[in-house]
Every structure is written in C-alpha cells, then in structure tokens.
C-alpha cells in the first residue's frame, strides 16, 4: 500500500465535539498547538529563571541571542520608540511560537500546525485585526488617511482608494498562504523522496546501493527544512514589524 504525501497533513479528531453544523473537536493540530505554547513557555522560562546569571547557562545564550535578535530587527524596521516598545513583545512572541511549532513538525510523527491553513491564517488574520484596531484606537477615523498616498491627484483618488483597501485586505491572507505552502511544499518533498529511497532499498540488489543518493538528498533536505523553519518564521514576522509601523505612524 503506497501512502500519500499529504496524508501527514491530516486532521484528525482527538475528542470529538460536534454541535449542529459548527465541528469544535480537539484535534491532533489542537494538541501541538498546546505543545508549541507550553514549550514556548518552558524555554522562556528557563532562560529567565531566576533573573539570569553573569555568566548565562546554554538555555540563557539561546534566550538571548534569540532577543538580541528579534531586537535588532525591530530597532531597523520600526522608527519611533514608542511604536518599539508596544510591538517588540507581539513580535518576538510570534518568532518564537512559529519557529518552535516548525521545528518540532520535523520530529516524525508529529504535526506541523504550520502547514495547515486554516491555524495560519487564524494567526495571520488576528495579528493583522489586532493591529487595525489599534491603529483605529490611535488615530480615529484618520486612520483611513492610511489608504490616500500624499500628492495623488484627485481624479485618481477614488481608484487608489479602492486598491489600496483590497491590496490592505489581502496582506492577511498572503501572510497566512505564503507560511502555509513553504511548510507544506518542504514536507511533502521530504517525504516523497524518503519514500523512493526506501523502495529502492526494499528491492535488494543494486537497487539497495543506489538507494543511497536519495537517503543522501533526504538527509541535505532535512538539514535545509531546519533553517527554512527559522526562515519562515523570520519571513512571517517581516510584515508584522512593518504594519504597525504604518498604522501607528501612518504616512
């Protein structure tokens, strides 16, 4: 029996919840959602622990190289300090649970959460709503200036109106597809190749000798899927970091 490349992506019902049309089950995506944030919480806790040390554990170098990082970024991207100090703690918490939820998606027999659409594009529409409604919260109704460029002619007004409100409304929804299938294309790979490497060695002969390119571009992938699953997490808080620095400065 071949199994298929996309059946590591299912979702599977733990503890079945159904009331009328609306299906609320715990699921095994659910599961790892849990784990993602009870580790993120562990790590952060034990690179914390006590107030840190003067010379810093292996967990506390992590932590901080980690924050020296996610810092670093920020203070490029975003200019005003004050902006700095409310979005460093969404930003550096959105890092941290996304690289961990692809990182422990490559342990066999997992869940990738990040390769299913619908939790990356809860998590992409809550970022992008959550920061709408404190740009609104800031600025009022002149938070709409967002959508007029300064020195558009006023024929053009009505038209640039209207594209920059569906290009606004649709930055939620490229966050969410582009994390979605990076995660979901490196997997599959993976798993394919790993697939015919081990039917060639299931065949004896020279089939079991040249199995080993395969088992060899398999383990390369694997080495690359690992810096992808910073990557991605890296390449998914970009927009994060510029947003609220449009929402909160505006133009």
Not at 102 to 117: A, C, E, K, Q, R
Not at 161 to 172: D, K, Q, T
Not at 181 to 210: D, P
Request: proline share 6%; charged share 10%.
């Amino acid at each position: 029996m071949v199994c298929s490349p996309l059946e590591q992506f299912a979702i599977i019902p733990l503890i079945p919840i159904e009331i009328g049309p609306f299906f609320l089950s715990f699921t095994n995506s659910s599961l790892f959602i849990l784990v993602t944030l009870q580790t993120t919480l562990a790590g952060v806790k034990a690179a914390t622990r006590q107030g840190g040390h003067i010379v810093p554990n292996a967990w506390e170098a992590v932590g901080e190289m980690i924050y020296d990082f996610v810092h670093t970024v920020v203070k490029e991207h975003i200019a005003p300090p004050a902006v700095k100090q409310r979005v460093f703690p969404l930003i550096f918490g959105t890092f941290i649970f996304l690289a961990l939820a692809n990182l422990l998606g490559m342990i066999p027999y997992s869940v990738t959460v990040t390769s299913h659409f619908i939790c990356t594009l809860g998590l992409a529409f809550s970022l992008f709503f959550g920061i709408s409604v404190v740009g609104f919260q800031t600025y009022g109704l002149h938070f709409f200036t967002l959508l007029l460029p300064r020195g558009v002619p006023p024929a053009l007004v009505p038209f640039l109106v209207i594209l920059e409100l569906i290009s606004y409304c649709f930055r939620a929804l490229s966050l969410g597809i582009r994390l979605f299938a990076n995660m979901m294309a490196g997997h599959s790979l993976v798993k394919i190749l790993c697939g015919f490497a081990w039917t060639m060695a299931s065949m004896g002969g020279l089939m079991y000798v040249a199995c080993l390119a395969p088992f060899l571009i398999v383990s390369a992938l694997i080495g690359l899927e690992l810096s992808v699953a910073f990557l991605q997490a890296y390449v998914f808080t970009t927009p994060i970091r510029i947003y609220p620095n449009d929402a909160m400065t505006l133009h």
